[in-house]
C-alpha cells in the first residue's frame, strides 16, 4: 500500500512539474502574477510529492518489504539500519528518484525566491519544471523503484557489501545536492537568455542572483566528491584516493565548470562584464552534471563505480541531455551575439585574473573530458581501443593546473579595471620567497630527492601563503597598529574570508596529494602470526588473526601492531578485516588505519597463504605520508563556500528558507 | 543459536574466503631494490585487462598477478621498460596501458588541451588590443537603473568593496 502511495506520488509529481512549465510559461507570456503564483504553488507541491514518493521508498526499506523489487534486490533483513535507508539510493532507480527530489526541492526553493523580476523567476520557474519534467518522465515510464514482485521472495539480495559504508551512506545525497544543485543556475541562465536584457545593468543583478546557487552546489560537490574519494581510500583497500576512474572524472567535470561559474559570475556582479561567458558556465555545469548521469547509468564506460548497466535507459538519458542542453545552447548561440559586454577592464585586473582563472578551468574540464571521452570516439571511428589513465592527466591536466595555481595568489590582490602587477608582486615577495625556501629544503631533506615533488610542495605552500599574505595585506598587519589591524580583520566580509579560506583549502590539497604521490611507500608480503612487515619509517607486525561475526558478514580479522621501525614514538595497535557477505557471495576488505599525524599507515588484510601447520596471510602495508591534507584541503575549501554563502551580500535575491530546504 | 551455527560454519567459512578468488600465489619481489622499484613503476601504467579501469599494481585479480610476474621477469631477464611496454602492447594492444599512444589518431587527445589555451590566449590578446583599455564606468544612467533593480534588497551597493585599495 505505502509503495503504490510512493508510485502515486512519483505519478503525481510528473504532473505537478509539467503543470509549473505550462503555468510559469503562460504567466510569464500574458504578464499573469496569477498564472505565475500558481506555478510556484505547483513547484512546491511536486517537491513535496517527491519528498512524500521518496519517503515511502525508505520506509520500504526500513521495513524490508520485499515485494517491492527495488527492495529485494538492494536489501537485506540482516542489513543494519543506517544501510537499510542507504539502500534506497543505492540502486539505479532509487539514485534516480534522489536526483528527481533534490531537483524538484531546489525548484521549490526558486519559486521561493525573493527579489527576482516578474519575467526572469518565471521563465527560471518554467526552466526548471521542464528539466523536473523530463527526468520525472524517465523516473515514472522506466525507472519506477515501486514495481512490485509476486511472489514475494523471504529475502532480499542486500546491498553491495562495499556500498555499505557511512561515507558511502551520505555521499550521494551530498553528490547529488551537487550535481542537481547547477540546475538552478541552468534555468537561471535560460531565463537570462529568454528575457534577453540588453541593458548592462541587468547582469550585475543577475550574477548576484545565480552565485549563491552556485556557491551552495559547488560546497555540496567538494564535500560529496571528497567523501567518495576517501570512501574509495580506505574501503578498497588499494591505497590510492583517486584514478582518473571515468566515473570520478564525471563527478569532477561539473566540479570544475561550477568552480569557474563561481569567478566568473563574481566579475559579472561587480563590473556587468563577461555576462556571455557566465552564461555559458551556467548551462555547461549542469550539463556535465547530466552528461555524468549519462555515463554512469548507461554502461558505455567501463569503470569500478559504474552501476546501472542498460544500453536502453542509457539511450534515454542521452535523450534527455541532448533536448536538455540542445535546447539552452541553441538558445545561446542566437542570444548570446545580443549580449551587452559590460564594464572594460585592462588586461592586467581583477578581472583579466579572474578570466585567466576561467581559461585555465575550462581547459582542465576540456581535458577531464577529452580524456573521458575520447577512447569511446576512437573506438566509434576506428575500431582502436586506447586506455587513457593517470599519466595521460599527469601529463595535460597537471600542467594546466600548476600555471593556472602559480598565477592565482596574484589575482585578489590586483584591484579591478587596472591593476597594478608590480604592486602585488612586492606585496607578494614574502610570500613567495617563504615557498621557495619551503620548496628547496623539500627537495635538500627528503629522500629520496624528488624536484618534481619539492617544487609541488613549493606551489602548495605558494597558495597557502599568498592567501595568507592577501588577508595580511588587507589587514594592514605590521604597517598600522595592532588594533587597527584587529579592526580591519572584523571588517573583512565573509565573502572575503571564503575566498581566503578556499584558495588555502587548495593549497593544503596540494601539499597533501603532492607529498603523499612522491613519497609514499607500500610492501606486500606473506606473514606467518609473529612476523612483521616494514615500509617507510613503519612496521607492522601480525599479532592475531582470528573469524569475527558482522550483522551480515563473516569476517577474518587480522590484529596488528604499528609501531616506528626505529622504536623511537609509541606503538598502536589496528585491526584490518577480510569480510565475506553471505547473501551476496561478495568479499570486501576493512582496511586498517592508522593515523599518525598527517601521515596514515594503512593495513590491508588478504587472502589466506601457507601451508595449513603454518597460515599466513598476505598483508600489503601502506605508508601514505601527509594523507590526512588530502581529504582535509577540500573540507576547508567547502568551508570557503558556505562562507561565501552566508554572506550579508548574498544573501538576496533568495528565500529565506533556502539554505533550510538545500 | 545463530553463534553455535557460525561457530559450525568456521572451517567452511574458512574455505569460502579462500576460495572466494583464487589464491593468486602471492608476489614474489625481484631481489634487485632497482629492478623491483622499475617493476613497480610499470604497474601503475599497465591495466588489469579482465578488471574495469584498474591498475595491475592495485587488483587482487589473478590475471593481474600474472601480468606481474611476466613484467619481473621480462625486468629480470634485462629487458628495458621501453621493450617490456612493447611487448604488453604486442600482447594485449594499446589498451592495456593507461598512457594512449600518441599517433595521427591521438593528435587531439594529446594536443588538444594545450591548443584550445593557446587559442583562447590568442583570442584574448587580439581582443585586447583591438579594445580601448580605457575603463569605462556605468552612465549615471545605468547607475540608476541598477540602484532600482537591486533597490527592493534593500541593499547598499558598495562598490569595489574587495578592492585592495579601498579605505586608503
Redesign the interface.
Given at each position: 500500500m505505502i509503495a503504490e502511495l510512493g508510485a502515486f506520488a512519483l505519478a503525481l509529481a510528473l504532473a505537478l512539474s509539467i503543470l509549473q512549465t505550462g503555468l510559469s510559461a503562460a504567466g510569464r507570456a500574458r504578464r499573469s502574477p496569477v498564472l505565475a503564483g500558481a506555478a510556484q504553488g505547483a513547484a512546491l507541491a511536486a517537491a513535496g510529492a517527491i519528498a512524500l514518493s521518496f519517503a515511502a521508498l525508505i520506509y520500504a526499506f526500513v521495513v524490508s518489504d520485499f515485494s517491492v523489487s527495488n527492495v529485494a534486490a538492494n536489501s537485506h533483513t540482516d542489513k543494519p539500519m543506517l544501510y537499510k535507508v542507504a539502500g534506497a539510493w543505492g540502486s539505479h532507480e532509487g539514485s534516480l528518484l534522489l536526483w528527481c527530489l533534490v531537483l524538484t526541492v531546489f525548484g521549490g526553493a526558486l519559486a521561493r525566491a525573493?527579489?527576482l523580476?516578474f519575467g526572469l523567476k518565471a521563465s527560471a520557474v518554467a526552466t526548471q519544471g521542464a528539466l523536473g519534467s523530463l527526468f520525472l518522465a524517465f523516473a515514472v515510464f522506466t525507472s519506477s523503484p515501486f514495481t512490485r514482485l509476486d511472489p514475494a521472495p523471504f529475502q532480499g539480495a542486500s546491498l553491495n557489501p562495499l556500498l555499505q559504508d557511512p561515507a558511502l551512506a551520505v555521499h550521494p545525497p551530498l553528490l547529488y545536492a551537487g550535481y542537481v544543485g547547477f540546475s538552478v543556475c541552468f534555468s537561471l541562465a535560460v531565463a537570462a537568455l529568454i528575457e534577453g536584457r540588453a541593458?548592462?545593468?541587468?547582469w550585475?543583478?543577475w550574477g548576484?542572483w545565480v552565485r549563491p546557487w552556485a556557491l551552495a552546489s559547488w560546497a555540496f560537490l567538494t564535500v560529496g566528491i571528497t567523501l567518495g574519494s576517501f570512501w574509495a581510500y580506505y574501503e578498497l583497500g588499494?591505497?590510492?584516493w583517486w584514478?582518473w576512474?571515468?566515473v570520478e572524472n564525471a563527478s569532477f567535470m561539473p566540479w570544475l565548470a561550477g568552480a569557474a561559474l563561481l569567478h566568473s559570475a563574481v566579475v559579472t556582479e561587480?563590473r556587468?562584464a563577461l555576462a556571455g561567458w557566465t552564461v555559458f558556465l551556467a548551462l555547461l555545469a549542469f550539463t556535465f552534471s547530466m552528461l555524468g548521469a549519462f555515463l554512469v547509468r548507461s554502461g558505455v564506460l567501463?569503470?569500478?563505480h559504474?552501476f546501472a548497466v542498460d544500453p536502453q535507459r542509457g539511450l534515454m538519458l542521452l535523450a534527455i541531455l541532448g533536448i536538455a542542453a540542445g535546447a539552452a545552447f541553441v538558445l545561446f548561440a542566437w542570444r548570446a551575439p545580443q549580449l551587452k559586454g559590460?564594464?572594460?577592464?585592462?588586461?592586467v585586473s581583477?578581472e583579466g585574473a579572474l578570466?585567466l582563472n576561467n581559461?585555465?578551468l575550462t581547459?582542465?574540464a576540456?581535458?577531464v573530458l577529452?580524456?573521458t571521452l575520447?577512447?569511446l570516439i576512437?573506438e566509434a571511428a576506428?575500431g582502436?581501443?586506447?586506455?587513457?589513465?593517470?599519466?595521460?592527466f599527469a601529463?595535460?591536466?597537471t600542467p594546466?593546473m600548476m600555471v593556472a595555481f602559480i598565477i592565482l595568489p596574484a589575482g585578489?590582490?590586483?584591484?579591478?579595471?587596472?591593476g597594478d602587477l608590480p604592486g602585488a608582486m612586492q606585496r607578494l615577495a614574502v610570500a613567495a620567497g617563504l615557498a621557495i625556501v619551503s620548496a628547496l629544503a623539500a627537495y635538500a631533506l627528503w629522500e629520496p630527492k624528488k624536484a618534481l615533488a619539492a617544487a609541488g610542495i613549493g606551489l602548495g605552500a605558494w597558495l597557502i601563503l599568498g592567501s595568507l599574505a592577501?588577508v595580511a595585506?588587507?589587514a594592514r598587519l605590521f604597517r598600522a597598529s595592532a588594533a587597527e589591524t584587529l579592526r580591519?580583520l572584523k571588517g573583512l566580509?565573509l565573502?572575503?574570508w571564503g575566498m581566503t579560506l578556499a584558495h588555502l583549502g587548495l593549497g593544503v590539497f596540494i601539499l597533501g596529494a603532492v607529498v603523499e604521490t612522491g613519497f609514499k611507500a607500500e610492501t606486500?608480503?606473506?606473514l606467518s602470526l609473529g612476523q612483521s612487515v616494514s615500509a617507510g619509517p613503519w612496521t607492522v607486525t601480525l599479532d592475531e588473526v582470528r573469524?569475527v561475526?558482522g550483522p551480515n558478514y563473516?569476517a577474518?580479522q587480522g590484529r596488528l601492531t604499528v609501531r616506528p621501525s626505529d622504536d623511537r614514538g609509541r606503538a598502536s595497535t589496528v585491526t584490518a578485516e577480510?569480510r565475506?557477505f553471505p547473501a551476496g557471495?561478495?568479499?570486501t576488505t576493512e582496511v586498517g588505519l592508522d593515523f599518525r599525524g598527517l601521515d596514515d599507515v594503512y593495513v590491508v588484510i588478504?587472502?589466506?597463504?601457507g601451508s595449513p601447520q603454518q597460515p599466513a596471510w598476505?598483508v600489503r602495508l601502506y605508508w601514505n605520508p601527509w594523507a590526512r591534507l588530502i581529504f582535509l584541503g577540500p573540507m576547508i575549501m567547502a568551508l570557503g563556500g558556505v562562507l561565501s554563502l552566508m554572506d550579508r551580500?548574498l544573501r538576496?535575491?533568495v528565500g529565506p528558507r533556502r539554505r533550510k530546504t538545500a | 543459536m545463530r553463534r553455535l551455527a557460525i561457530l559450525m560454519a568456521a572451517p567452511v567459512l574458512a574455505l569460502m574466503l579462500t576460495a572466494a578468488e583464487p589464491p593468486a600465489a602471492p608476489d614474489r619481489p625481484l631481489p634487485d631494490a632497482t629492478q623491483e622499484a622499475r617493476a613497480q613503476a610499470l604497474f601503475k601504467d599497465v591495466r588489469c585487462v579482465v578488471c574495469q579501469h584498474e591498475a595491475i599494481a592495485d587488483s587482487p585479480a589473478g590475471v593481474a598477478g600474472d601480468m606481474r610476474r611476466l613484467i619481473r621477469e621480462e625486468i629480470a631477464a634485462g629487458a628495458s621498460d621501453q621493450a617490456v611496454r612493447d611487448d604488453l602492447v604486442r600482447r594485449f594492444g594499446d589498451y592495456v596501458l593507461f598512457t594512449p599512444p600518441v599517433r595521427a589518431g591521438t593528435w587531439l587527445l594529446w594536443f588538444g588541451p594545450f591548443a584550445l589555451v593557446l587559442l583562447a590566449i590568442t583570442v584574448l590578446m587580439l581582443r585586447a588590443r583591438r579594445r580601448p583599455v580605457e575603463a569605462a564606468l556605468l552612465t549615471p544612467e545605468e547607475e540608476n537603473r541598477l540602484d532600482e533593480v537591486l533597490r527592493n534588497e534593500k541593499l547598499r551597493r558598495d562598490l569595489d568593496a574587495t578592492s585592495p585599495h579601498d579605505g586608503r
Open positions: 525573493r527579489g523580476p541593458q548592462t545593468a541587468f550585475p543583478a548576484r588499494w591505497g590510492g584514478f576512474d571515468p561587480r556587468g567501463t569503470s569500478v559504474a559590460g564594464g572594460m577592464f585592462a588586461p581583477r578570466v581559461l585555465f581547459a582542465a576540456a581535458t577529452l580524456g575520447y577512447p576512437l576506428s582502436a581501443t586506447i586506455s587513457v589513465g593517470p599519466p595521460y601529463a595535460t591536466f594546466l585578489p590582490l590586483l584591484a579591478w579595471k587596472r592577501e595585506e588587507r580591519r566580509p565573502g572575503a606486500a608480503r606473506a573469524v561475526e563473516l577474518e577480510r565475506f557471495g561478495q568479499t588478504g587472502e589466506r597463504a598476505v551580500r538576496v535575491g | -
